[in-house]
């Protein structure tokens, strides 16, 4: 679908050479891409697309069906939101930080947004703060919300207003009944709480931008099960913890790798309880997932 300088939305088809252009994306094209197109057939609103209009930014991942390929989740935007749950289901530190590496090597600020704050009871609750704490500290703005009890979502308007923004998460998070309880009226299909099973399930299918009737568009995107990291080499990730890389010039080694080299002051900062260790443990998950393709 393709909504034009009009305002209105078309039925849109691609023409045959883009499917053959881009062969290392599975995604030709994907949600927040500007394109031209040309009228197809009036009576039937079908419309081609032409051309693609060269790309601000975007945002990939690894293509779960295909490891070769990378997939583009969405493009021009201004921010992107995490929506994380502490319960029901449960994100993991990993999932979270795989994705603020991926906004952080894109030049694109990532803000994270713990939902189900309804859900939280003693260990909940500490465990959310202790996360915050973590996130705040390294820069990121953290914001706790409930669609249930209504929390958080004034504060989660202002963040979204005037602004282009991918919403990514697991699936079952909330992603889309956080964008039905900010867009009044836009009634976008979520899940029956009586089909929660915490797995497998997506009720969003396909990625889709909603516009703001302040001003601003909020792309809504199906869960993702895995976030696992493209085009980012070994010796570049600590530049994208925010923690890290201002401490780089401090290692004893330029190219130091922060694993066992003598002299290393990230290794150091985590001792001193500078930096997380749960950030630290993601950055060598990570680095450990990355096959460098250099040699
Ligand atoms: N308790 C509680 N339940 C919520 C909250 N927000 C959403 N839910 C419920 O969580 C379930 C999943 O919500 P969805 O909005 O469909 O989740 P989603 O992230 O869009 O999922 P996918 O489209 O599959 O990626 C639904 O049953 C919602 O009613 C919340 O703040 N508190
Ligand atoms: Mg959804
Ligand atoms: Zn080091």
Redesign the pocket.
């Given at each position: 679908m393709v909504k034009g300088e009009d305002g209105h939305v078309y039925q849109a088809r691609l023409k045959g050479k883009f499917k053959i252009k881009e062969i290392t994306s599975t995604n030709p094209i994907a949600v927040g891409d500007e394109v031209v197109f040309e009228m197809e057939d009036e009576a039937e609103n079908r419309t081609i697309i032409t051309e693609l209009t060269p790309r601000r930014n975007y945002v990939n991942r690894i293509s779960p069906a295909n490891r070769r390929q990378h997939h583009i989740i969405a493009s021009n935007l201004d921010q992107s939101l995490l929506?994380a749950?502490i319960k029901?289901p449960r994100t993991s530190v990993g999932f979270i930080d795989r994705f603020l590496v991926t906004c952080e090597a894109f030049h694109i600020p990532a803000i994270v947004v713990f939902?189900?704050?309804?859900?939280h009871e003693e260990y909940e609750t500490a465990l959310y703060e202790d996360r915050k704490a973590m996130y705040e500290k390294v820069g990121y703005k953290v914001l706790l919300?409930?669609?249930?009890?209504k929390?958080g979502l004034e504060e989660l308007k202002e963040v979204l207003y005037g602004k282009t923004t991918l919403i990514s998460?697991?699936?079952?998070?909330?992603?889309?009944?956080?964008?039905?309880?900010i867009l009044e009226g836009a009634n976008?299909?979520?899940?029956?709480?009586s089909?929660?099973s915490g797995k497998g399930?997506?009720?969003?299918?396909f990625a889709e931008m909603h516009d703001m009737p302040e001003g601003g568009k909020i792309i809504?995107?199906?869960?993702?099960r895995e976030f696992a990291i493209a085009d980012i080499s070994k010796d570049e990730l600590s530049h994208y913890f925010p923690e890290m890389k201002l401490r780089l010039n401090d290692c004893q080694f330029n190219n130091c790798m922060h694993i066992n080299e003598p002299g290393c002051a990230i290794k150091q900062a985590v001792v001193d309880g500078e930096i997380h260790e749960e950030r630290y443990v993601s950055y060598c998950t990570i680095l450990d997932s990355i096959e460098d393709k250099k040699w």
């Open positions: 929506i749950t029901d939902n189900k704050s309804d859900l919300t409930s669609v249930e009890e929390e998460g697991h699936s079952g998070v909330g992603k889309s009944s956080l964008i039905n309880a976008i299909r979520t899940m029956e709480v089909d929660w399930m997506h009720t969003t299918t809504d995107t199906p869960g993702m």
